[in-house]
């Protein structure tokens, strides 16, 4: 069994920032693992904020956080992160990691939530303006 465990949300006003954390436990070899973060608004489907391949040399963002998110990944903690900087009212919403394992030499970073095998229970982030 995989567990992901997220922290690091909380509220904070816009203009800000927040570091996220996600720890992998359990039966997962976190290394041979591709690592995403998604995020659900109010209302709104599930998205896709960033990716991070094995190695943490590749990553991949959605275009609306482009700039101001950075993925990355701690391989000897097991540990996933995720900075956000100049957070904005529109960023408020629970934020999910993910993980997959790589099933192929050229797997890419998956933008749809299928694709990912495991999910952590999520970490608030509100942003107040």
């Known amino acids: 069994q995989v567990q992901l465990v997220e922290s690091g949300g909380g509220l904070v006003q816009a203009g800000g920032s927040l570091r996220l954390s996600c720890v992998a436990s359990?039966?997962?070899?976190?290394?041979?693992?591709?690592m995403a973060w998604f995020r659900q608004a109010p209302e709104k489907m599930r998205e896709f904020v960033a990716a991070v391949g094995t190695g943490g040399r590749v990553t991949n963002y959605a275009d609306s956080v482009q700039g101001r998110f950075t993925i990355s990944r701690d391989d000897a903690r097991n540990t996933l992160y995720l900075q956000i900087d100049s957070l904005k009212a529109e960023d408020t919403a629970v934020y999910y990691c993910?993980?997959?394992?790589?099933?192929?030499?050229?797997?890419?970073?998956?933008?749809?939530?299928?694709?990912?095998?495991?999910w952590g229970q999520g970490t608030q982030v509100t942003v107040s303006s």
């Open positions: 359990g039966r997962i070899f976190f290394s041979s693992h591709t």
């Open positions: 993910a993980a997959r394992p790589v099933r192929a030499i050229f797997d890419g970073l998956p933008r749809t939530d299928a694709a990912y095998d495991y």
